[in-house]
C-alpha cells in the first residue's frame, strides 16, 4: 500500500526565504504527482502537477521535483511572502485510472 | 467553468438527523470522488465513480454513508443517521481520467459538517 509522508509537519520562516517541502512515498512505481495548497477553511488548489516521466515542474516562484527512484519529491518555494502561508500536500496516484494518496500536509507559516 | 462545486459550504446538524451534501462536478470529467478530512487522518478517499458508476466504495466508513451519481452533473453523499463523529471537512473533486490523468484533480471548497 502506497505511504505518502511529508516533513516537516509545520516550518516558519521569515519573508524572503527560499524553502523547500518534502514528499516522500514508499511505492515507486507512480503516475504522477500533484502538490496542492490548502488556506485555512478553504479547498484545495493545485500548484503543480508532475508526470512519472518528467523530472520537474515550474510555476512562477515555485518549482517541484520528482525524484522516483528515491521515493521523493520536494517543492521549492523561492523569496517566500507572507501570502504563501498555507498548508502544502502532496498526493500521487498510482496509475492513470486510480485515485490520489494524500500526505498529511506542512503547514507553512511565513512571517512579515 | 465554474470549478467543483460543492453544497451546503457549512452544515450543522443534530445527532440522529440525516444529513445530505451535493457536488457538481467540473463538465466533460468523468471521474468523481469524494473525500473526507480530519485533523487526525488528514484526507480519506471515501468513494469514486467513472461514468456515474460507482467504482470502489471501501473507502465509506459504513453503511450510514451512501452515495449516488444520479447523472454527469451530479453527485450526493448521504450521512444516515448522523454521528458527532463524522464531523469534518468533506471534499468533492473531479477529474479527466480517461485522458491519461493529465489534467490532475480539481476540488470543491468543501462542506464542513459539524454534528451536535
Known amino acids: 500500500k502506497q505511504e505518502v509522508t511529508q516533513i516537516p509537519a509545520a516550518l516558519s520562516v521569515p519573508e524572503g526565504e527560499n524553502l523547500v517541502l518534502n514528499c516522500s512515498f514508499t511505492d515507486s512505481a507512480i503516475y504522477n504527482l500533484q502538490w496542492f495548497r490548502q488556506d485555512p477553511g478553504k479547498g484545495l488548489t493545485s500548484l503543480l502537477l508532475i508526470q512519472s516521466s518528467q523530472r520537474e515542474q515550474t510555476s512562477g516562484r515555485l518549482n517541484a521535483s520528482l525524484d522516483k527512484s528515491s521515493g521523493r519529491s520536494t517543492l521549492y518555494i523561492a523569496a517566500s511572502q507572507p501570502g504563501d502561508s498555507a498548508t502544502y500536500l502532496c498526493a500521487l496516484s498510482t496509475s492513470g485510472y486510480s485515485t490520489l494518496t494524500f500526505g498529511k500536509g506542512t503547514m507553512l507559516l511565513v512571517s512579515p | 467553468d465554474a470549478g467543483v462545486i460543492q453544497s451546503p459550504r457549512h452544515e450543522v446538524t443534530e445527532m440522529g438527523q440525516e444529513v445530505t451534501l451535493r457536488c457538481k462536478p467540473i463538465s466533460g470529467h468523468d471521474y468523481l470522488f469524494w473525500y473526507r478530512q480530519t485533523m487526525m487522518r488528514g484526507l480519506e478517499l471515501l468513494i469514486y465513480?467513472?461514468?456515474?458508476?460507482?467504482?470502489?466504495d471501501s473507502g465509506m466508513p459504513e453503511d450510514r454513508f451512501s452515495a449516488k451519481m444520479p447523472n454527469a452533473s451530479f453527485s450526493t453523499l448521504k450521512i444516515q443517521p448522523s454521528e458527532p463523529r463524522d464531523s469534518a471537512v468533506y471534499f468533492c473533486?473531479?477529474?479527466?481520467?480517461?485522458?491519461?490523468?493529465?489534467?490532475?484533480?480539481?476540488f470543491g471548497s468543501g462542506t464542513r459538517l459539524t454534528v451536535v
Open positions: 473533486a473531479s477529474s479527466a481520467l480517461s485522458t491519461g490523468g493529465k489534467s490532475g484533480y480539481t
Open positions: 465513480f467513472n461514468n456515474n458508476v460507482p467504482i470502489d
